[in-house]
Nanobody, 124 residues
Framework: QVQLVESGGGLVQAGDSLRLSCAAS????????MAWFRQAPAKEREFVAG????????YYADSVKGRFTISRDSAKNTVYLQMNSLKPEDTAVYYC?????????????????WGQGTAVTVSS
């Protein structure tokens, strides 16, 4: 059984920073890639950033490029999302996702495991 647990969300002002964490557990959990998605009210879940577990490939959505940084600590089975220069349009529930295949995908359907989400609210 694989579990992904996100933390680090909260209420911040525009221009502030937050760091989200996603801790993965499971007896034989070896993801090929992990990613962050987000879902704003009344909108579809969208890809934010992804990283292959060997760290060789990273990909960002255009909307966060230059502001967000994804990283992982393989020893801790944890992936992070450092979010800087936050904007009100970044307000959403952020979800961590993991997939077995060793490539980053932007489609929700490509991911095998999901966390419960952590809420980020950015006020103007």
């Amino acid at each position: 059984q694989v579990q992904l647990v996100e933390s680090g969300g909260g209420l911040v002002q525009a221009g502030d920073s937050l760091r989200l964490s996603c801790a993965a557990s499971g007896r034989t959990f070896r993801p090929g890639a992990m990613a962050w998605f987000r879902q704003a009210p009344a909108k579809e879940r969208e890809f934010v950033a992804g990283i292959t577990w060997n760290g060789g490939n990273i990909y960002y959505a255009d909307s966060v490029k230059g502001r967000f940084t994804i990283s992982r600590d393989s020893a801790k089975n944890t992936v992070y999302l450092q979010m800087n220069s936050l904007k009100p349009e970044d307000t959403a529930v952020y979800y961590c996702a993991a997939k077995i295949g060793h490539f980053i995908a932007v489609a929700v359907t490509q991911y095998d495991y999901w966390g419960q989400g952590t809420a980020v609210t950015v006020s103007s």
